[in-house]
C-alpha cells in the first residue's frame, strides 16, 4: 500500500474511505457528571453576590463552607453550602441593640 503525505491529492479520497468502511462505534451510554451537585468557587461567589477575592479570603480563614480541591480548582458541594448556612443561622434576639433603644425621648 502507497503511504500518503500531507497535502497529497488522495490524502482526502484515503480519509473518506476509511470513514466509510469503519464499523460504527458502540453508542456511548450517557456518562454521568462527577461534578453534579458540586459548583465552583466563582459560582459560589456570584451566588453569594461578593468576589471571587472574598470566598478566597473566607476559606483561607476558615470562614466558608467545606469544599473540595481537584488541582488547583475549589468546588463546593451545595448541600454542605446549605448545611453550613443553617449552622450559621442566628435567631433574631428580642433585645434593642442600638444604645438609646428602649428610652423614651
Request: charged letters at 35%; aromatic letters at 8%; proline letters at 8%.
Amino acid at each position: 500500500m502507497r503511504r500518503l503525505h500531507e497535502g497529497d491529492a488522495d490524502e482526502d479520497a484515503y480519509v473518506s474511505r476509511r470513514l466509510l468502511t469503519c464499523p460504527p462505534a458502540a453508542p456511548v451510554a450517557e456518562i454521568p457528571d462527577f461534578l453534579e451537585g458540586f459548583i465552583s468557587e466563582e459560582d459560589y461567589a456570584a451566588r453569594r453576590g461578593v468576589s471571587l477575592r472574598t470566598c478566597q479570603r473566607d476559606r483561607q480563614l476558615r470562614q466558608a463552607p467545606p469544599f473540595v480541591l481537584i488541582g488547583r480548582q475549589v468546588y463546593y458541594r451545595l448541600e454542605a453550602i446549605r448545611d453550613w448556612l443553617i449552622a450559621r443561622e442566628q435567631a433574631a434576639d428580642r433585645k434593642p441593640t442600638a444604645p438609646r433603644a428602649g428610652r423614651g425621648r
